[in-house]
């Protein structure tokens, strides 16, 4: 039971653990070499036949189809935004020119605006022009008084026959006040009128000059004409939008009559980041997220016109123009697919004897291994003799068998990463770490509330969230350096400075030694960091915990109308601290092992960690801990309340319970609640895992800047009640179980 075997050049015992010598440990890395491989034979009956014919030919003509399809489709897309682009323009001019050439009637009618001539004009006008709405002249402080210069001509029947009232006009020209006086000034500007209107309507503001006055042309009229024009395309769709941005037309008259804007549309983005100042029609490929999340490809086709800074703009999905080409692609699969076959068939006449009966021995093994029965027959039986791909995965899959042997006595996966990479030590030693032990309060009652509701399916429903809840606080133990030792139950047991290859041989030195100073002073470091990181670790935890108690409150609400409402429970915890030597390496037996710590400071964290309860805490420390940091961390009376600039963004904040224990060999001891690290980046922190990560608004307060102050602070937003420490006595509650008299 004493010999040793060596193992990265050191004595590690063997006894139990049953570790290989040597020569054994070879044969993990033992390769055979192939001497005539079975895949170049597959490869001249399948490559040729599969590969070769079908294979290239639905590639290629995937490729070049689809290419000659998006360009057929882009070509068709720019030709009817050329051609939508033209034709609005030319109605928007015909407008214009009407308007203008009656307004010039009604200046040199004789008699003025007023004449009979003049209404006899305007009646002719409006017969021709019955889409017209209105026709006003205003200046530019017309919208807050009316001049005697202002012309407002209202085609009567268009607001009679749409049933519209004629104060539309004056609600729509109140909120133009801006565009009137810009108008004025000597821009042409297109507005949508349509919802005050409630039909789909458009101002045009044309800058107007009469008797040297500079005044403002509106034309309002029904763009009715213009919908027809451009028309609803079962592919293409093309609308239009002004300067701002704003929708003027499009065939979802619903879109225009609520006043959409398409600032934030992503073909309106492109085209205004590409500094589109002229005339001419441009195309470029954009994508668009639907509520949820899918994202599609489009190409948009936009022109400006000659006026108004108004933009005709048309758009087609890139997915239902390569419809037609999927549809062939999806038939040369299927051809493609029915040849496979064929091949298969022949290629498993040839492979039957030589290949198909040994492949079924390696299932089975790997079944085996799967199902952890790494010491079945069925592996040692392995043929390793043949000289070729077979030969070699029977003598890996045996390779496989050693390695997982020795593998399967390890749980913890720092340890486990730490064997693959040769840095652990299998001697016991005696280190300095700090131990962490955590606890679900009440999980008792919760895991009978899982009974209650799910009955035989509890058993799932409390994995799937007792996995949920400890991968978070996992992640916040990995983050901080520490190592996961063990889980039993709902409770957690943590130690950080476990895999520090941190010798105490330095004690041994005389005190008149300079190396001893300067190893003891590293050693101190050490200490120190690891107590640092299991708080901030732990601290981290608080804020892992709210925003799964945030999630779980989600998800509880999401399920809550299904038959068999899923949920997850509200929880709180407990976590404990404390920092001292215990004795670490490989323990147990040769069926199960594991690398741990154990002694008396591992005994204390777990007290230390079971006395939150009385003490009205999440987070306590031990007065070893607190004595290891506070010089340098926490403001206190030995270090005058004051801590160096560069430990700042570590500061702990800390409150001693006012209630003392006996602690053997130590005497009268104080534990310190965790109140808070105000310095503590939440984001900076988490995104050492996760890049992408962003702290949840709603659980921010939970540490950091916007954390608590007090511990009362923490009791209230964690809701722990404040205890009566004058009824607390720590040294009964370190005994759990009371004989019955």
């Known amino acids: 039971m004493e010999a040793t075997a060596k193992l990265n050049g050191k004595e590690k015992p063997s006894g139990s653990a049953d570790l290989k010598n040597e020569s054994q440990t070879n044969s993990f890395t033992h390769t055979t070499q192939v001497t005539f491989p079975i895949g170049v034979k597959l490869a001249i009956i399948i490559g040729f036949i599969v590969l070769v014919s079908l294979g290239s030919v639905t590639v290629l003509n995937s490729h070049f189809i689809g290419e000659d399809v998006q360009i057929t489709a882009e070509n068709s897309n720019l030709s009817i935004n050329t051609r939508a682009s033209s034709t609005v323009e030319d109605k928007l001019s015909t407008v214009r020119s009407n308007v203008f050439q009656l307004l010039d009637l009604l200046n040199v009618a004789g008699g003025g605006r007023n004449a009979a001539i003049a209404r006899q004009a305007e009646a002719f006008f409006f017969e021709r022009n019955q889409d017209i709405a209105s026709i006003f002249i205003l200046s530019a402080d017309s919208i807050s008084r009316r001049n005697s210069t202002d012309v407002r001509i209202m085609n009567n029947r268009f607001f009679i026959s749409n049933e519209i009232d004629t104060g539309a006009m004056d609600s729509f020209l109140n909120s133009q006040e801006n565009a ?13 009128a349509s919802p005050y209107f409630e039909m789909p309507v458009m101002s045009l503001l044309f800058p107007y000059r009469e008797n040297g006055r500079e005044q403002t042309c509106i034309i309002t009229f029904s763009i009715e004409t213009i919908s027809d024009i451009l028309g609803t395309d079962s592919v293409n769709t093309t609308f239009i939008i002004n300067d701002s941005d704003e929708l003027l037309c499009h065939p979802e008259t619903e879109r225009i009559l609520r006043g959409e804007s398409l600032k934030n549309d992503p073909l309106v983005i492109e085209m205004r980041r590409n500094n589109q100042n002229n005339n001419d029609s441009r195309q470029i490929p954009y994508k668009v997220q639907d509520e949820n999340g899918k994202k599609s490809r489009y190409y948009g086709a936009y022109e400006k016109l000659s006026f108004g800074d108004i933009v005709i703009l048309t758009t087609v999905p890139f997915d239902t123009i390569l419809e037609g080409v999927r549809t062939t692609r999806k038939n040369n699969i299927y051809l493609t697919c029915i040849v496979f076959f064929l091949s298969i068939m022949f290629v498993l006449i040839f492979s039957r004897l030589g290949i198909s009966r040994h492949l079924r021995k390696l299932t089975e093994a790997a079944d085996e291994i ?15 003799n043949r000289r070729d791909e077979i030969g070699v995965l029977n003598q890996s899959t045996k390779d496989e068998r050693e390695f997982l042997n020795l593998f399967a006595k390890f749980t913890n996966r720092g340890v486990a990463k730490a064997i693959a990479r040769k840095e652990i030590d299998f001697d016991p030693h005696l280190k300095d770490v700090t131990i962490f032990f955590s606890d679900i309060r009440g999980f008792t009652a919760i895991s009978d509330g899982f009974k209650n509701r799910f009955a035989n399916d509890s058993p799932r429903e409390i994995i799937a969230f007792l996995n949920d809840y400890m991968s978070r606080m996992v992640n916040c133990i990995t983050l901080s350096h520490g190592n996961v030792d063990k889980f039993e139950g709902d409770a957690i047991m943590a130690v950080w400075g476990l895999l520090r290859d941190d010798s ?13 100073k300067e190893q003891q002073e590293l050693h101190e470091k050490h200490k120190k960091e690891d107590a640092l990181n299991a708080i901030t670790g732990t601290i981290a935890m608080r804020y892992a915990l709210m925003k799964y108690n945030k999630d779980a409150e989600l998800f509880t609400k999401t399920h809550e109308n299904e038959p068999l409402a899923q949920y997850k429970p509200h929880i709180k915890i407990g976590c404990g601290l404390n920092s001292g030597r215990a004795t670490c390496g490989i323990m147990g037996s040769e069926d199960k092992m594991e690398y741990t710590a154990i002694g008396d400071a591992v005994n204390f964290a777990s007290r230390t960690e079971s006395s939150n309860k009385p003490c009205g805490t999440d987070i306590l420390i031990t007065e070893d801990t607190y004595n290891l940091l506070k010089n340098d961390y926490i403001r206190c009376k030995e270090n005058e309340f004051s801590i160096a600039e560069e430990n700042k963004p570590f ?70 009640p404040i205890p009566e420490f004058e009824k607390v006595n720590l040294n009964e509650e370190e005994n759990k179980i009371q004989v019955k008299k």
């Not at 009137?180 to 821009?187: D, I, L, M």
């Not at 799967?370 to 390793?384: E, Y």
């Not at 041994?508 to 030694?513: R, V």
Request: hydrophobic share 40%.
């Open 180 to 192: 009137v006086r810009r108008s004025a000034g000597g821009e042409t500007i297109a507005l949508n």
């Open 370 to 384: 799967k199902n952890g029965n790494f010491d079945t027959d069925i592996i040692t039986n392995l043929n390793t």
């Open 504 to 516: 105490l041989d330095f004690e041994k030195l005389p005190d008149s030694d300079s190396a001893k």
């Open 651 to 720: 500061e702990i904040v800390v409150e001693m319970i006012p209630v003392e224990f006996e602690v053997k060999g130590k005497g009268a001891q104080h534990f310190y609640g965790v109140v808070n690290m105000p310095g503590f980046d939440i984001e900076a922190f988490f995104r050492q895992g996760d890049p992408d990560f962003t702290a949840d608004k709603d659980c921010i307060k939970a540490v950091g800047a916007e954390g608590p102050k007090s511990l009362n602070e923490v009791r209230t937003m964690l809701g722990i």
